[in-house]
Each structure stands twice: as structure tokens, then as C-alpha cells.
């Protein structure tokens, strides 16, 4: 059973009908520290962090790692999807010891409401499939987070529970391997 730390990285780029994942280069730290200093991407994320104080911390080259995926949009990064292991220590697991693998996903705000996030997250999800195709992919997201519910919804992830984190409600769900959701049934 491959886990995300085992997988080929990076992977070549994935097109899709109108965008590009890839791994991130140093092109993409301007449109990062616009993501990461927005307060309306970063409203149901825990709030937007000061620009001036990324630019000290960000590195040149951001996103270095496995399952960091830059979403380019004729030529610009416009966001990007993640996947990265859930914290043993909090609410929602699929496993009893945690690590699962956890999407992630944000948008700058004018590539909003064009279907982006989810086509996007859709090819990046069937490049974690073909990598790590016994692994469960989780998802967690605030309730008042209405956009990011369609999204999840589309995707075809399965609410497992909701709980509460930060001081909010959350819906937390799982995309399952076919072998899983059989065992689930």
C-alpha cells in the first residue's frame, strides 16, 4: 500500500480541459502570498496572515513538497491543491491511528464561481488514485463554508461526521478506495 510519502514526486504535469497542475516553481510565490494574504480565501481557513509576514517566511520557491499541486490558468497560478497527512491529534479519521491523506484546496477570488476548484481537485484526485490507489482521501470543511460543500459534494466525497474545531462546525468526509467502500457497505 503506497502512502503519500512513498509516491513519484513530482508528477508530470496534469492537464486538464483548461488548466495545469503541476509542482510549484518560484513563478508561483507572487500569486502564494496573494492566496495566503487574502482574507476572503482564507475566511474558513483560520484568517488571512499578513503579507508583509509571509514574504519574510515564504520561500523562493514555495510548495516544495509532495502533493503541493500550483493550478495555472492560461499562465497564471490562480490556486492550488494539496494533499498533505491529517493530524493524528484532531477530530475526523478514517483510521484509527490518523494520517490519512487530506485534500486541500484554495482559489484566488477571481477564479471563483468557473468550476475551477472542482475541476482541478477532480485531476488532481485521480493522480492520488493511480499513486496511492489503497488510500483513503478525507476532506474537512466548515459548514458556513457553503462553496467549498458544493465542491466536496461534487467530487463525490461521503459525509462521515460532523464535529466542531476552532470554534466552528465542520463536515468531514471521505473519498474511499473501491476495496474500503465495499467493507464500508
Not at 480541459?17 to 482574507?39: C, H, M, N
Request: aromatic content about 10%; some cysteine; proline content about 7%.
Amino acid at each position: 500500500m503506497a502512502h503519500l510519502d512513498e509516491v513519484t514526486w513530482p508528477p508530470a504535469p496534469i492537464a486538464t480541459d483548461r488548466l495545469i497542475l503541476r509542482a510549484a516553481e518560484s513563478r508561483d510565490r507572487e500569486a502564494l502570498l496573494d492566496l495566503f494574504s487574502d482574507p476572503r480565501v482564507n475566511e474558513f481557513v483560520g484568517g488571512a496572515e499578513p503579507r508583509e509576514h509571509l514574504d519574510e517566511l515564504m520561500p523562493a520557491i514555495p510548495g516544495q513538497r509532495v502533493g503541493f499541486f500550483a493550478v495555472e490558468l492560461d499562465g497564471d497560478t490562480i490556486g492550488l491543491v494539496t494533499f498533505d497527512p491529517r493530524d493524528a491529534e484532531r477530530q475526523g479519521h478514517v483510521r484509527s491511528k490518523g494520517g490519512e491523506a487530506e485534500l486541500g484546496y484554495l482559489f484566488l477570488p477571481e477564479a471563483w464561481g468557473h468550476g475551477y476548484a472542482t475541476e482541478a481537485c477532480a485531476a488532481a484526485m485521480a493522480w492520488f488514485r493511480a499513486a496511492a490507489p489503497q488510500e483513503p482521501l478525507v476532506v474537512s470543511t466548515q459548514l458556513a463554508n457553503e462553496a467549498s460543500l458544493r465542491v466536496i459534494e461534487k467530487l463525490g466525497f461521503v459525509e462521515l461526521e460532523r464535529n466542531e474545531e476552532w470554534g466552528a462546525a465542520q463536515w468531514f468526509g471521505a473519498w474511499l478506495p473501491p476495496a474500503a467502500e465495499q467493507r464500508a457497505s
